[in-house]
């Protein structure tokens, strides 16, 4: 089958990070700075994605700001002709170094939300002061000029801040905010039972959203990701497998999503290996999930295929056991009644057992 080139690359530049949020989607075996990608490898991977098709590029991590470097990859990128987004907890930017950013060319940044006061967000993210250095951020940013979208990763814990984050939104100058409540891969898969929202939770961030969406139409524009848990039908992950994008994790290796890692049987390509173009159109792990053949027959002969392109790959590997299954979310799928009596379990689990994304010692 022909697949169409990708718009969007994640470029996770780091997994070195001064924060150690507990819903992290970095995979578990982080990665150390020995091992990441040089300045002129980015480069070159930036100049094989826009040559391949990819419009943006998402500077990512870990905390991007992490790589002394991160003003020399955003003109890199930038001279290959990509948009550039930098997604950051501020920490690790200072007004000099937005300035910077600025004349290398930096398009676009989005600043993360651990919670909208001091307590929650530095208990969420684990670090004391972060919350009132990124509201300094936050500032710089709006005096640098960029257009900023606040990433607010809502949960059980949070998610009665959420009208807050939303005014706090429009209240820094905000255009865009994406209220994402925590999906479960990486380290949240691992703290399920302190952040899975309850169901009322999370009809109550429906409709909350639903609400600001038409009372700030034309001064925020609101994304909103869902319970996946409580929901009746799964999310279209990627925009399907191999589709609309892909991720180069921070030593290179080329992703059809952050988790991929995850599918054992699946085995990926590094920058060194091969070119890009060659990887997205013709590796084996890329193809692995495109089109419908490999669906169950659940999905492959229901009107949804489509528009969800039968769920999560990761999440059904990590809820069903088999990457090729219907993801369990789906209300058709046999293990749906089993997931929904799983989230109201953790729903019901203690505050207080959070664990943090941590580095393994050198
Ligand atoms: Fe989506 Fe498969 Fe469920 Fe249909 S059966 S809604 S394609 S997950
Ligand atoms: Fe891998 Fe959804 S996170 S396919």
Not at 91 to 118: M, N, Y
Request: charged fraction near 25%; include cysteine.
């Amino acid at each position: 089958m022909t697949a169409r080139p990708p718009l969007a690359m994640l470029a996770e530049l780091t997994h070195r990070c001064p924060l150690s949020c507990p819903y992290c989607s970095n995979p578990l075996d982080l990665l150390r700075k020995e091992a990441e990608l040089s300045t002129g490898d980015w480069a070159d991977a930036f100049r094989q994605a826009a040559d391949l098709g990819v419009l943006h590029v998402h500077l990512s991590g870990g905390e991007p700001a992490s790589r002394r470097d991160l003003e020399e990859l955003v003109v890199a990128a930038r001279q290959a002709g990509l948009y550039t987004n930098l997604i950051t907890s501020g920490i690790g930017l200072t007004e000099r170094r937005l300035k910077a950013l600025d004349e290398a060319g930096l398009d676009h940044v989005q600043l993360s939300l651990q919670g909208t006061d001091a307590a929650m967000a530095d208990r969420i993210g684990g670090y004391r002061g972060g919350f009132e250095r990124k509201m300094q951020v936050a500032e710089w940013i709006g005096a640098t000029g960029f257009p900023l979208t606040l990433n607010a990763v809502v949960h059980r814990q949070n998610l009665h801040q959420l009208p807050e984050a939303l005014d706090m939104a429009v209240r820094i100058g905000a255009r865009r905010i994406e209220v994402a409540i925590v999906q479960f891969h990486g380290w949240a898969m691992r703290n399920r039972a302190a952040l899975m929202p309850t169901r009322a939770q999370a009809e109550e961030a429906k409709r909350i959203v639903e609400e600001a969406r038409k009372r700030l139409l034309g001064t925020l524009v609101i994304d909103f990701v869902p319970a996946d848990y409580h929901e009746e039908y799964p999310k279209s992950c990627m925009g399907g497998w191999g589709s609309t994008g892909l991720n180069i994790a921070p030593d290179g290796t080329v992703l059809p999503c952050h988790a991929a890692q995850t599918i054992p049987h699946l085995s990926f390509d590094t920058v060194h290996d091969r070119p890009l173009r060659e990887i997205w159109y013709d590796s084996a792990a890329f193809n692995a999930y495109r089109g419908d053949d490999w669906m169950p027959e659940l999905c492959r002969t229901c009107d949804r295929k489509h528009i969800d392109h039968g769920g999560c790959r990761c999440q059904a590997l990590a809820l069903a056991g088999d990457a090729g299954a219907t993801d369990p979310v789906c209300a058709k799928s046999p293990l749906h009644a089993g997931l929904r009596a799983k989230a109201e379990a953790f729903a019901a689990g203690p505050d207080d057992n959070l664990t943090y994304r941590t580095l393994p010692p050198a």
